[in-house]
């Protein structure tokens, strides 16, 4: 039996182009671990910020936000964001804070916000209240249910172990069946271009990063939760509040080939000494840690359309930070060119998100 659309990845790519393509054709998402969302869309500390990311990315996020404000009640809760830099960071401090839309506030303000800050080191400050956390679960969880209500078939435990294409179809083995499909949606996120590689595309050049996290008990024993996202600038480390307790991160970035991440205990204690700096509450105890892997294309935009050599071969990849914030618009988008309707994006958005851009 054929179905008219494979979906290779179950993170939030694959499910919401699932819940979105479902209503209109015949969908299969595979997955290769035991849950969806594993890998990096299970380890997010999912943000939104509208502008965050590069103008591709950005009209993205804009395109999404209704969708987040509404979809199961509203994904988005408020946060707020604080952007924090030393005396000798003043030049990077104002172009960060002027990229991200921030307004300067003073340093009493900023520990209204943040009682922890050090008035030794931290000597600026600006904030953005807009920013919101991103419920990651309930998005992940209402995207599959909406894909299966819609009809979709989502298989976990089904590692792609060979793709091979005749008579006009893609025939793909994973957990120990054969699927046939049309179109092969490639949503395999740090596995992208080893998904294109088997199935005899031109890989695109994505590179994972390892992003690692450390949650601590709350600093001083302070209740955290309504304190902002707090950032050092040069995304030196950040911070926020997490279920009680306090998540902060390296802000790491290393390349590293696709696995199942973890964190890498020297990058932990270097980025923690430099969140360390700006606080008056020393880390004392690490509760837990890890990693996870965001995959960049070379110009840091999302990939999503078909592969100039075989258009039946569809390639939603390069989520980066942004899988999240972005997956409603993305989703769309995917619908919109397999549909055949009107994209709501503008021409020059699509095109700049489109793989013939590598050509």
Excluded at 3 to 22: E, N, P
Excluded at 171 to 189: K, Y
Aim: proline share 6%.
């Amino acid at each position: 039996m054929t179905t008219d659309i494979l979906i290779i990845g179950g993170g939030i790519a694959g499910l919401s182009a699932a819940a979105t393509l479902a209503p209109h054709a015949s969908v299969i998402v595979l997955e290769t671990e035991d849950t969806l969302g594993y890998h990096a869309s299970g380890r997010s500390a999912a943000m939104f910020l509208k502008d965050y990311g590069n103008d591709t990315v950005r009209a993205l996020n804009y395109a999404s936000v209704a969708h987040h404000e509404t979809v199961g009640g509203g994904v988005l809760s408020p946060r707020g964001m604080l952007l924090v830099a030393r005396a000798d960071q003043y030049d990077d401090f104002k172009t960060e804070h002027a990229a991200f839309g921030m307004q300067e506030i003073s340093m009493a303000d900023a520990h209204t916000k943040i009682p922890i800050l050090n008035p030794e080191t931290c000597a600026h400050a600006a904030f953005r209240p807009d920013a919101h956390d991103l419920d990651a679960d309930r998005l992940l969880q209402t995207y599959a249910a909406d894909a299966r209500r819609a009809g979709a078939a989502i298989h976990t435990k089904s590692p792609v172990t060979k793709i091979t294409k005749s008579g006009g179809q893609w025939h793909v083995t994973a957990g120990g069946q054969t699927h046939n499909a049309t179109t092969l949606i490639n949503a395999a996120g740090a596995w992208v271009d080893e998904i294109a590689a088997l199935a005899g595309i031109n890989p695109l050049g994505f590179q994972p990063y390892r992003r690692s996290m450390a949650r601590i008990p709350a600093p001083g024993g302070h209740d955290t939760s309504d304190w902002p996202f707090i950032d050092g600038v040069n995304e030196s480390w950040y911070a926020k509040p997490d279920a009680g307790k306090w998540i902060v991160s390296p802000s790491d970035e290393d390349p590293v080939d696709p696995h199942d991440a973890w964190a890498d205990d020297m990058v932990l204690a270097e980025g923690l000494a430099r969140y360390e700096e700006m606080v008056t509450e020393p880390v004392t105890r690490l509760e837990t840690s890890w990693a996870g892997l965001r995959t960049f294309a070379p110009d840091r935009s999302l990939v999503i359309g078909r592969d100039t050599s075989d258009p039946t071969f569809f390639w939603l990849g390069g989520q980066g930070g942004y899988g999240f914030q972005t997956a409603p618009a993305a989703s769309r988008l995917v619908a919109d060119l397999l549909t055949g309707n009107a994209p709501e994006l503008d021409q020059s958005t699509i095109a700049k998100l489109s793989p013939a851009r590598f050509s």
